[in-house]
């Protein structure tokens, strides 16, 4: 909660009121400030340029936008309010000065960062081992991340939404939300049909070819208050279908002018970009990587703009060549097609094993972050239909990704194209719906990452693994201090160990989440690979050593 100081400035010329306020670090700092200057395009006509200085003196160059009536009204011509948002990463007082870019006076203010309340940061790579995701580069984070496809959801009731979906996911622990209405262009029919109809279905940000006469600021609205809810509850949000609509019968990317272009993204920047749990920006799915004039240029806008460095990406279908390399993308989102077959229809019946999620990850890796954002067998919506991929293929992709060093988003909603929150065909939680099995997989996989191993200083090391099906079992490993080896088909293997006593051994039924205690197992210079047996050929099974 934000604490004001009774501190007002008005100034005379421009009817200018804000207040200096305490903020949480890691929290959005926002005035509003009003222009009476006429204008025939508010949008673009005018640009609102902002300094703040840090309490230890850094200075960072952001701006404002422009928001109509600041409620969600207005248009490109009514309105007269402009707001200025930040996140701030340092405590003590943060001073700012603001101006125009033509002959309309500015001001300045200033403001308090606290500690108390504060958020976790922006979500980027772990800078001590890149496989994983870390808080500002150093507190690592595992992700239990969750699809959330309801494209219109935002048109429905909020309080709705949060006591029906979101707080369910949150009181789940998920810490991550893969969402479809940031940014807003299609799909607007596919909302929660169990829940209170939409009080709107028109949620495109724009019309395509009127993006200045046609910008939608309530729509932008709808998105913040979702998008700050999740900020609250430091939950990352990550954005699936971008800025590109013409995917999904929405507007096109590419038939915005390159200036048009350029103003979205500051535009899109200054009102997103202040919210700390951004997880992600994505230019839509299922692209190439290398097109300058599209998701590569996109993405060089956001590095030109985004002050604060949130994560870019594009997704790679085909992740056995990819483009992660380049320095406007900092982490991998990938899919696994063309994993064993350079052609999609000679390998269709393979997109459900998961051996191809573990490749995909293992390929998609370039010192970066990986996230396997739409593993087809981890997904019940759109995929399970497709791939017949059973709740048995969805939990042991999840341990395939985990071993190849990545994270990875999943889906139970019931359902092709209808959405619904509650009940036997709602969200995975309960009971009633058959996928609540695979929450409990996933949570089994969540808290063994979480509690029985340091996964942040872990890698993939299948080179490790000797005797044994290729492509069938899978290690994750400290070496000297810890190893994680998946075994979905519970068959024998070996595992090259280095010298040392580990005496914290165990095996882990991924289905029941079952432990069995081993034995002291010391290994002595010199010793071939020890050979191990899973308990039965009947389950998944985890072998977890540690020192």
């Not at 622990?173 to 109809?197: A, K």
């Not at 202040?274 to 590095?303: S, T």
Request: charged share 25%; aromatic share 16%; net charge negative.
């Amino acid at each position: 909660m934000k604490r004001f100081l009774f501190l007002i400035i008005l100034c005379s010329f421009t009817g200018i009121l804000f207040a200096a306020e305490q903020v949480s670090l890691f929290r959005m700092f926002e005035t509003r400030v009003i222009n009476r200057t006429k204008y025939e395009n508010k949008f673009t006509d005018v640009e609102l340029n902002v300094i703040f200085r840090s309490p230890s003196g850094e200075i960072k160059n952001f701006w404002g936008f422009y928001d109509g009536d600041g409620k969600g009204g207005g248009n490109f011509n009514v309105g007269n309010i402009w707001k200025i948002r930040f996140m701030p990463n340092e405590t003590g007082e943060w001073t700012y000065e603001y101006s125009w870019s033509d002959s309309t006076k500015g001001g300045k203010g200033s403001f308090e960062c606290i500690a108390e309340n504060a958020g976790k940061g922006i979500l980027q790579p772990y800078k001590n081992n890149p496989h994983w995701f870390a808080y500002n580069e150093t507190d690592p984070v595992w992700l239990k991340s969750y699809y959330e496809t309801g494209h219109g959801s935002i048109g429905q009731d909020f309080e709705w939404i949060v006591e029906n979906v979101y707080q369910k996911l949150q009181d789940n622990g998920y810490n991550h939300v893969q969402v479809n209405w940031l940014l807003s262009l299609c799909c607007f029919g596919q909302y929660y049909h169990d829940g209170p109809e939409p009080e709107t279905q028109d949620l495109k940000l724009y019309r395509e070819g009127e993006l200045y006469e046609s910008m939608n600021l309530k729509v932008w609205h709808l998105m913040e208050e979702h998008l700050a809810w999740f900020n609250n509850n430091d939950i990352g949000v990550h954005m699936f279908l971008g800025v590109d609509g013409s995917k999904n019968d929405g507007p096109a990317w590419v038939d915005l002018t390159n200036q048009q272009k350029d103003f979205f993204v500051k535009y899109m920047v200054a009102r997103l970009a202040p919210f700390a749990n951004l997880a992600g920006w994505n230019y839509v799915w299922e692209v190439p990587g290398d097109r300058e004039d599209l998701e590569l240029g996109f993405a060089r806008l956001i590095q030109r703009y985004d002050i604060f460095k949130h994560l870019v990406t594009y997704e790679d279908e085909f992740p056995r060549e990819n483009h992660y390399d380049l320095p406007e993308y900092t982490f991998a989102a990938v899919e696994n097609h063309e994993i064993a077959a350079p052609d999609k229809d000679m390998e269709r019946h393979l997109w459900k094993e998961p051996w191809t999620h573990h490749m995909a990850c293992l390929l998609g890796y370039r010192d970066k972050p990986v996230y396997m954002i739409e593993g087809n067998a981890l997904w019940r919506r759109f995929w399970q239909e497709r791939t017949h991929a059973t709740q048995d293929d969805l939990r042991r992709s999840a341990w395939a990704c985990a071993t190849a060093g990545a994270s990875f988003t999943w889906n139970g909603h019931a359902g092709e194209y209808e959405l619904v929150a509650a009940g036997p065909d709602g969200l995975p939680f309960s009971d009633d719906n058959p996928y609540s099995l695979s929450e409990r997989y996933i949570s089994i996989l969540n808290r063994t990452m979480l509690e029985d191993v340091k996964f942040y200083r872990m890698e993939p090391h299948d080179e490790l693994l000797s005797r044994h099906p290729a492509l069938r079992v899978y290690a994750l490993a400290e070496p000297g201090q810890q190893y994680l080896v998946f075994d979905p088909d519970g068959v024998s293997f070996a595992l090259n160990i280095e010298p040392g006593n580990y005496a914290d051994n165990f095996w882990l039924n991924a289905e029941s989440g079952e432990r069995i205690k081993l034995d002291l197992i010391t290994v002595v210079e010199d010793e071939p690979p020890v050979e191990f047996m899973a308990p039965d050929h009947a389950s998944d099974w985890v072998l977890i050593l540690k020192k």
